[in-house]
């Protein structure tokens, strides 16, 4: 097995020049994860904010601008209560230990989705965490919480409808700018690249606007088991991806003759 220590880090291989500005990644497997083991669901979100804690560390380190995470979607509402309690105990918990280190290393805490929906500690405590790091200049790392990607078109849209009742925004000015702007991810660059491991290939209402250009990454791997190793790959594997956004191979290399 390759080593993951410091000096021979995976991550180290990589083209540097060819990395995402955003990537966003739909953590999944962590229940089955734990089945396969014999053990409780919970166990696998426990071991998944471990994961979390990995990756956001090496894409702070690599550079990247921004890391959307899709940790608790519209539809998670209907979980057992007890699977709910147990992922708002562990995003408390995950916001708490990492507090510092954001502050200390640049890192700007922003939430997309329904949060008011979050219990009200664990609300208090993210808004705290998102004031004391508002600061942070080299890395985003945007919370998916409550989310919907249905939900936030519709939201933008009633946004831009309650601004043109008012008169202060004509329906002729409505054009992509002005509905990005009505979005959660309002300021952060498109998403370059998506990733969604334990082997589904779905997009599960996650980021329907910005995804439109993305670059797809599925891997089988659980999301437990997604560390330095299985992020280098899926990076490599962006590097090596001939981004057109609709243009011709041959018009991208000036060469369209
Ligand atoms: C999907 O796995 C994962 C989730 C619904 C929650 C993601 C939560 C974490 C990674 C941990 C806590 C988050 C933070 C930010 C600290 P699943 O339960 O749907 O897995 P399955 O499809 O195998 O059942």
Redesign the pocket.
């Known amino acids: 097995m390759a080593s993951t220590s410091p000096e021979t880090s995976p991550l180290d291989r990589l083209d540097t020049s060819a990395l995402p500005r955003h990537l966003a990644v739909i ?7 734990a089945k396969s083991k014999g053990w409780r ?1 919970v166990r ?2 426990e071991e ?2 471990e ?2 804690r990995v990756v956001v560390r090496s894409c702070r380190k690599l550079g990247l601008e921004a890391l959307t ?1 899709y ?2 979607s519209e539809e ?1 509402w209907a979980r057992p209560k007890a699977e709910v309690e147990a ?1 708002m105990r ?2 408390g918990r ?1 916001l708490k230990s990492e507090r510092q280190e954001m502050i200390d290393r640049g890192i700007r805490l922003r939430a997309s989705g329904s949060v008011e929906r979050l219990p009200a500690k664990t609300r208090q405590l993210l808004e705290q965490i998102m004031a004391d790091t508002a600061q942070g200049e080299h890395m985003v790392l945007n ?1 998916a919480l409550s989310y919907g990607g249905r939900q936030e078109l519709v939201r933008a849209a009633r946004r831009l409808a309650v601004k043109a009742v008012a008169g202060k925004l004509s329906p002729d000015d409505i054009g992509e700018a002005e509905l990005e702007n009505e979005l959660y991810t309002v300021g952060l660059p498109q998403v370059d690249l998506l990733i969604r491991t ?1 082997g589904e290939l779905r997009v599960s209402n996650f980021l329907l606007w910005q995804i439109a250009y993305a670059e797809f990454y599925f891997t089988d791997t659980y ?1 437990p088991d997604f560390r330095e190793e299985e992020l280098a790959k899926a990076l490599m594997a962006f590097g090596g991806r001939e981004r057109r956004f609709g243009q011709t191979g041959e018009q991208l290399k000036g060469d369209d003759a």
């Open positions: 953590m999944d497997g962590n229940g089955r994860w669901r696998g979100h998944g904010a994961s979390v995470l940790a608790f998670n992922l562990l995003l995950f919370l334990s999301w």
